[in-house]
């Protein structure tokens, strides 16, 4: 089951904000001129209800733009004089948070980096100890769903309420057209172990292309996600960060009239019904399913006890390939994705490889 932090709604600390929570804004700061203009033709913009802009930006490797520092700290409280908006950054060590809490700004997040570092958010967390502040928490680099709930719980042991997770996808393990793998088991576990947690996506860092930036949009509200926190700069091209995956203000604007908002329930009556039907449905065939495993694992049993009878080993490598080879082509004819398959079985087959051996070991 889930754990209960205490956590207020976005509305309580934002009421302005209407569904959903759109943060937008250039990923650096570069200069005062760049940080307005960018927040004006925003601010125009009704959806977009924070200004984000990053002041220390963490990089991979040194050498690349770092940020302006604490002086991008009054540009952001002249965005907010300006346009009414609240402005947030990202801080990443005590210092930083001091100084945006000193500056007033409304919204701070700890990067993904940090997040892996319970030591970094720690030390956050003490400074923002007994403040309102609104804290959003990214992803840690690595899809721990543990790091990232332990970081949320530092903050809420430190009274902060106003929490937000960001889902900004993590370091891929393998090919992928996205910068960072948009790992959506991650989401749907901390939504599991956290249902009170508002949790927006960060599109711009998953895709790392303006071209998928859609795409990732649209299947986190698919998700049910609360929201978006997405980088847009007045000229793309001349951005001194990040430029393949930011927006024109009038580009995001386009992208958020396509994209399709939806809630997590309906009040349509004949909607619930048939909903309820189909789950019915698969509630009967989720108990045959387990029935059938539950036969196959006895079947699995009596071969170990046979095998052990027969000092034969458990793992039958040549069975073992043949039998997926054709679980994988019958999967395809009936439609079932490839990969869901291939893990399914090594599931399956592990826990008969594991109940076998047992059976061997037993006295
Ligand atoms: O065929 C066997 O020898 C089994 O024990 C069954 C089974 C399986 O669960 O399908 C289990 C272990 C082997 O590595 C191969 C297949």
Same mark, same amino acid.
């Given at each position: 089951?889930?754990?209960?932090?205490?956590?207020?709604?976005?509305?309580?600390?934002?009421?302005?904000?209407?569904?959903?929570?759109?943060?937008?804004?250039?990923?650096?700061?570069?200069?005062?001129?760049?940080?307005?203009?960018?927040?004006?033709?925003?601010?125009?913009?009704?959806?977009?209800?924070?200004?984000?802009?990053?002041?220390?930006?963490?990089?991979?490797?040194?050498?690349?733009?770092?940020?302006?520092?604490?002086?991008?700290?009054?540009?952001?409280?002249?965005?907010?004089?300006?346009?009414?908006?609240?402005?947030?950054?990202?801080?990443?060590?005590?210092?930083?948070?001091?100084?945006?809490?000193?500056?007033?700004?409304?919204?701070?997040?700890?990067?993904?980096?940090?997040?892996?570092?319970?030591?970094?958010?720690?030390?956050?967390?003490?400074?923002?100890?007994?403040?309102?502040?609104?804290?959003?928490?990214?992803?840690?680099?690595?899809?721990?769903?543990?790091?990232?709930?332990?970081?949320?719980?530092?903050?809420?042991?430190?009274?902060?309420?106003?929490?937000?997770?960001?889902?900004?996808?993590?370091?891929?393990?393998?090919?992928?057209?996205?910068?960072?793998?948009?790992?959506?088991?991650?989401?749907?576990?901390?939504?599991?172990?956290?249902?009170?947690?508002?949790?927006?996506?960060?599109?711009?860092?998953?895709?790392?292309?303006?071209?998928?930036?859609?795409?990732?949009?649209?299947?986190?509200?698919?998700?049910?996600?609360?929201?978006?926190?997405?980088?847009?700069?007045?000229?793309?091209?001349?951005?001194?960060?990040?430029?393949?995956?930011?927006?024109?203000?009038?580009?995001?604007? &386009?992208?958020?009239?396509?994209?399709?908002?939806?809630?997590?329930? $309906?009040? #349509? *009556?004949? %909607?619930?019904?048939? +909903?309820?039907?189909?789950?019915?449905?698969?509630?009967?065939?989720?108990?045959?399913?387990?029935?059938?495993?539950?036969?196959?694992?006895?079947?699995?049993?009596?071969?170990?006890?046979?095998?052990?009878?027969?000092?034969?080993?458990?793992?039958?490598?040549?069975?073992?390939?043949? &039998?997926?080879?054709?679980?994988?082509?019958?999967?395809?004819?009936? $439609?079932? #994705? *490839?990969? %869901?398959?291939?893990? +399914?079985?090594?599931?399956?087959?592990?826990?008969?490889?594991?109940?076998?051996?047992?059976?061997?070991?037993?006295?």
């Amino acid at each position: 089951m889930g754990i209960e932090l205490d956590i207020r709604p976005i509305k309580d600390w934002l009421p302005q904000q209407d569904n959903p929570l759109l943060i937008a804004g250039p990923c650096s700061l570069e200069t005062e001129e760049q940080t307005l203009e960018t927040a004006h033709q925003l601010a125009k913009d009704k959806r977009v209800f924070v200004f984000r802009g990053g002041v220390w930006k963490p990089r991979t490797r040194p050498g690349s733009f770092e940020g302006v520092g604490a002086i991008g700290l009054k540009w952001l409280q002249q965005v907010k004089k300006e346009t009414g908006l609240p402005v947030g950054t990202e801080v990443a060590n005590a210092q930083h948070t001091e100084e945006a809490l000193n500056a007033g700004l409304d919204v701070l997040w700890i990067g993904a980096r940090s997040t892996a570092s319970p030591f970094v958010v720690q030390e956050i967390a003490d400074v923002v100890k007994g403040t309102d502040a609104v804290v959003m928490v990214k992803n840690p680099v690595n899809p721990d769903v543990q790091l990232w709930m332990g970081a949320l719980e530092r903050l809420n042991q430190a009274g902060i309420k106003n929490l937000v997770g960001i889902h900004r996808g993590f370091t891929p393990f393998r090919e992928t057209h996205y910068r960072n793998y948009p790992n959506w088991k991650t989401f749907i576990e901390l939504r599991r172990l956290l249902p009170n947690l508002p949790v927006i996506c960060d599109p711009s860092h998953i895709a790392g292309k303006r071209e998928y930036l859609f795409e990732v949009s649209q299947k986190a509200f698919d998700m049910g996600m609360e929201g978006l926190m997405i980088e847009s700069h007045r000229d793309p091209s001349c951005a001194l960060s990040d430029k393949e995956q930011q927006l024109t203000p009038a580009d995001l604007g &386009l992208l958020l009239d396509k994209l399709v908002i939806r809630q997590s329930s $309906s009040s #349509n *009556k004949q %909607f619930e019904n048939k +909903l309820e039907l189909l789950r019915s449905r698969i509630d009967a065939l989720d108990s045959e399913l387990m029935e059938v495993l539950s036969s196959r694992m006895e079947i699995a049993r009596e071969i170990g006890r046979y095998k052990k009878e027969n000092n034969v080993t458990a793992l039958q490598i040549n069975r073992w390939t043949e &039998l997926m080879n054709k679980r994988i082509s019958l999967g395809e004819k009936l $439609s079932l #994705n *490839k990969t %869901f398959v291939q893990i +399914l079985f090594q599931l399956i087959h592990e826990d008969s490889v594991r109940m076998q051996t047992e059976i061997m070991d037993e006295d």
